[in-house]
């Protein structure tokens, strides 16, 4: 008899025993439970419940840190992208501002006449420069603190895309380029959208475009309805492919893929950074892709079946 009593109750403890020691290893898989209605049986409930307590309570501390740590990096890349704008704005503005000192010192200085002219119009292309970069700050700021309010309407994608592409008429010919305009099925493309900002986006993505086809080839305009209700452009050109390691960085403020290139040959690199924002706002699918022939950007709008709005 004492040998049985002795069995009873030591196989609880040793149960006991052995969830207690995964307990300590942190180990919240399933535990034994003892059915007996006395103290061991109450002990090894309460043992079970406190596994399952400590097994949520350890998810939900390593939930909380995955969010910190989301949240700390996050942290680190803002503070890296702040000090690359703040680098950026520094060096798109003092090399203007280089320029414009020296050229009225030299007027001060009492230059020969001839050079007057060439002086004065050095100041104001530069000036111009500065003028165009802060405005594409400030335009850039007002997306990004949301206070863009779209204004939809009806209008002709097509005449827009046209209207845009004549303004480009000098640097197609200086880089002797054609413009090649192509629309599915002969039918003029409606959408509803904003058509100011929509501007915008074209005449950016096209002067993107511009600046780095090759010359002596073409630049494609193509209108597409890939999807039903969607209107999908694509403004291709011949030129060197975008790499990997760039291509998800381009919509960056500031991000050029060729580091080397020269001021003369650039915008203010905020252009697709504003493109960006404007797309994002009109709820559109966009991005950009190497092609066979050099590199092509994308954005759908939605297609309207409404009155065209003059």
Known sequence: LSLIYSRMVSRPLVQLNRSAARLAKLDFSAQ???????????????????????????????????????????????????????????HELKTPLGIVKGFAEGLQDGVADDKRERYLAFIVNETDRMNALIMDMLELSKFEVKAIRLQPRSFS??????????????????????????????????????SRRIEQVILNLLSNAIRHAEANSVVTIRLLRMSPGKVTTIIENAGKPISKADMGRIWDQFYRAERSRDRKSGGTGLGLAIVKHILVLHESDYGVMNTDRGVAFYFTLNESRGEIHE
């Not at 006395?38 to 501390?61: P, V, W």
């Not at 097509?158 to 629309?183: G, M, N, P, V």
Request: charged share 35%.
């Open 32 to 90: 034994a439970e003892i059915r007996s209605k006395d103290e061991f049986g109450e002990l090894s409930r309460s043992m079970i419940t406190l596994s399952q307590n400590l097994d949520e309570a350890l998810k939900e501390l390593t939930r909380a840190n995955a969010r910190l740590q989301e949240d700390v990096e996050e942290k680190l890349r803002s503070e890296q992208l702040r000090k690359e704008l703040i680098a950026n704005i520094s």
């Open 157 to 194: 994608l097509t005449d827009l895309i046209q209207q845009a592409a004549d303004s480009f008429t000098r640097q197609l010919e200086d880089k002797r380029l054609q413009l090649s305009i192509h629309q599915g099925q002969d039918e003029e493309a409606i959408v509803q959208a904003d």
